[in-house]
């Protein structure tokens, strides 16, 4: 794939796929100077709807990260939001931003194909204390205004919980696709684009919406904002914000925020610019990695940790049912104690953690504390085409049936071969043991040498 200037923080970047999908950004704004490299590359969507996708490198989904970088990333949003809100300049992000920068697995490295994995995942010696970093981190900021938090599922459920956690007096609740019986959804609204499309909140508490001076949304990337404007125009309030990493909107799109006079919408993002796409024909995705039912089974272990609170087996702390700031602590214990357990699990070697789903926050939070050269991404209903082409975003991809419902097609991407000694496979609830094998066997076939598998059950 062609890709000019991405190191860039402003100015121009084109990327061509195949000769056949054109992109051509615009950054026109970029208010920490974070290169475009550190936050994101392209793909080729498998969608009608919208032919092109920003592979974020910072939120633990498509692509492997350094695990700390979720929740760096989120404080630098969260420091953005109070600044823009209360027209502050009490919140500087440089320590952070100068920490997000160092920790960028492919810095300075060639991009290559993914039979080498060792070119591609080198991490950069940094020279920042991240413990200094961790410091402030966990250090609460008090808004103003009590603020409800509000992340999109699935790809942003780990990041707005990582936005929400800076705070001391804030609320916090994400989207799902996920079929809960036991609670009737208090909202439900269409991300239009999406490959799935239909969103419900389910809050424990009645009336939940209606405690909060303001109410944020908090996505990856905006690219019209119109799945944000259809959930504000379901919810209580006057005050309203919408926070992302990456703001794409064009004039039609601004103009659809300021025709809504009813409502007033504070958008603040980490980057602006404008995005033009041109399809001469549609892209030829590499063949999905199908793994040979003869693969040879790899050591593998079992974790099951109990939960203080569920609904139908969901663990309350990841916010699907809502959370306030007072259980950030217990949570905090809850990510420490489960920690020092699987460490004791830790081999030498590279290790890679995996979240699922929705379930995002958690695992990478734990895996952070699981020592050196460890790795996070996570599981995705995205359909994304694969190309082991230079820059490109999704070089490979492995695809299963979610371990929660045969009906949907889960993926992984960009497993580099014999690269990880071991894998931590997090799920939010206790896998089969059909599925166990059929993970096994993924693993084994790229040449992990054990997996531990870590679950939770109310």
Same mark, same amino acid.
């Given at each position: 794939?062609?890709?000019?200037?991405?190191?860039?923080?402003?100015?121009?970047?084109?990327?061509?796929?195949?000769?056949?999908?054109?992109?051509?950004?615009?950054?026109?704004?970029?208010?920490?100077?974070?290169?475009?490299?550190?936050?994101?590359?392209?793909?080729?969507?498998?969608?009608?709807?919208?032919?092109?996708?920003?592979?974020?490198?910072?939120?633990?989904?498509?692509?492997?990260?350094?695990?700390?970088?979720?929740?760096?990333?989120?404080?630098?949003?969260?420091?953005?939001?109070?600044?823009?809100?209360?027209?502050s300049?009490d919140?500087?992000?440089?320590?952070?931003?100068?920490?997000?920068?160092?920790?960028?697995?492919?810095?300075?490295?060639?991009?290559?194909?993914?039979?080498?994995?060792?070119?591609?995942?080198?991490?950069?010696?940094?020279?920042?204390?991240?413990?200094?970093?961790?410091? #402030? $981190?966990?250090?609460? @900021? +008090?808004?103003a205004?009590?603020?409800?938090f %509000?992340?999109? /599922?699935?790809?942003?459920?780990?990041?707005?919980?990582?936005?929400?956690?800076?705070?001391?007096?804030?609320?916090?609740?994400?989207?799902?696709?996920?079929?809960?019986?036991?609670?009737?959804?208090?909202?439900?609204?269409?991300?239009?684009h999406?490959?799935?499309?239909?969103?419900?909140?389910?809050?424990?508490?009645?009336?939940?919406?209606?405690?909060?001076?303001?109410?944020?949304?908090?996505?990856?990337e905006?690219?019209?904002?119109?799945?944000?404007?259809?959930?504000?125009?379901?919810?209580?309030?006057?005050?309203?914000?919408?926070?992302?990493?990456?703001?794409?909107?064009?004039?039609?799109?601004?103009?659809?925020?300021?025709?809504e006079?009813?409502?007033?919408?504070?958008?603040?993002? #980490? $980057?602006?610019?404008? @995005? +033009?796409?041109?399809?001469?024909?549609?892209? %030829?995705?590499? /063949?999905?990695?199908?793994?040979?039912?003869?693969?040879?089974?790899?050591?593998?272990?079992?974790?099951?940790?109990?939960?203080?609170?569920?609904?139908?087996?969901?663990?309350?702390?990841?916010?699907?049912?809502?959370?306030?700031?007072?259980?950030?602590?217990?949570?905090?214990?809850e990510?420490?104690?489960?920690?020092?357990?699987?460490?004791?699990?830790?081999?030498?070697g590279?290790?890679?953690?995996?979240?699922?789903?929705?379930?995002?926050?958690?695992?990478?939070?734990?895996?952070?504390?699981?020592?050196?050269?460890?790795?996070?991404?996570?599981?995705?209903?995205?359909?994304?085409?694969a190309?082991?082409?230079?820059?490109?975003?999704?070089?490979?991809?492995?695809?299963?049936?979610?371990?929660?419902?045969?009906?949907?097609?889960?993926?992984?991407?960009?497993?580099?071969?014999?690269?990880?000694?071991?894998?931590?496979?997090?799920?939010?609830?206790?896998?089969?043991?059909?599925?166990?094998?059929?993970?096994?066997?993924?693993?084994?076939?790229?040449?992990?040498?054990?997996?531990?598998?870590?679950?939770?059950?109310?």
């Amino acid at each position: 794939m062609e890709n000019r200037t991405e190191n860039c923080c402003n100015g121009s970047i084109h990327y061509n796929i195949d000769n056949r999908l054109d992109i051509s950004l615009n950054i026109k704004e970029n208010l920490c100077n974070i290169p475009v490299s550190n936050l994101f590359t392209m793909s080729a969507r498998e969608n009608k709807k919208r032919d092109f996708l920003f592979v974020s490198k910072v939120i633990g989904k498509h692509m492997p990260m350094i695990p700390d970088s979720l929740k760096i990333i989120g404080g630098i949003l969260a420091r953005l939001w109070i600044n823009e809100r209360e027209d502050s300049y009490d919140y500087p992000t440089t320590e952070l931003v100068n920490a997000l920068i160092s920790l960028d697995v492919s810095l300075n490295i060639p991009d290559s194909d993914l039979e080498n994995g060792q070119e591609i995942f080198k991490i950069h010696n940094s020279l920042v204390n991240i413990e200094n970093t961790h410091d #402030l $981190l966990n250090t609460p @900021i +008090k808004l103003a205004n009590k603020t409800l938090f %509000i992340g999109f /599922a699935e790809t942003a459920t780990g990041l707005a919980q990582a936005v929400f956690q800076n705070f001391s007096n804030a609320s916090y609740i994400h989207t799902t696709r996920e079929k809960i019986n036991s609670i009737d959804p208090a909202l439900f609204f269409n991300e239009e684009h999406s490959h799935a499309v239909e969103h419900s909140l389910f809050p424990y508490e009645k009336d939940f919406f209606n405690d909060f001076c303001d109410i944020v949304l908090i996505d990856d990337e905006l690219t019209t904002g119109k799945s944000a404007l259809n959930l504000i125009k379901c919810l209580p309030g006057k005050s309203f914000g919408i926070l992302s990493i990456l703001d794409w909107r064009d004039t039609n799109s601004y103009k659809m925020f300021e025709d809504e006079k009813n409502i007033d919408v504070r958008v603040c993002s #980490l $980057l602006k610019g404008d @995005i +033009k796409c041109s399809k001469t024909k549609d892209i %030829i995705s590499d /063949a999905i990695i199908m793994v040979p039912s003869s693969t040879k089974l790899i050591p593998d272990k079992d974790y099951i940790f109990e939960i203080g609170e569920s609904i139908e087996g969901y663990n309350k702390s990841t916010g699907r049912f809502g959370l306030s700031s007072e259980d950030n602590s217990k949570i905090l214990e809850e990510i420490q104690s489960i920690s020092e357990v699987l460490k004791k699990e830790r081999t030498l070697g590279n290790c890679l953690c995996i979240g699922t789903g929705e379930f995002i926050y958690l695992p990478c939070s734990i895996s952070a504390k699981l020592g050196d050269n460890i790795y996070f991404q996570s599981t995705t209903r995205s359909p994304v085409h694969a190309r082991n082409i230079h820059c490109y975003g999704n070089k490979n991809k492995v695809a299963f049936q979610s371990p929660g419902d045969e009906t949907i097609t889960n993926y992984l991407y960009n497993i580099p071969d014999n690269f990880y000694n071991q894998v931590f496979f997090f799920s939010e609830k206790p896998l089969t043991k059909e599925k166990k094998e059929e993970l096994n066997k993924i693993f084994s076939y790229f040449h992990v040498k054990s997996i531990i598998f870590a679950c939770w059950k109310g």
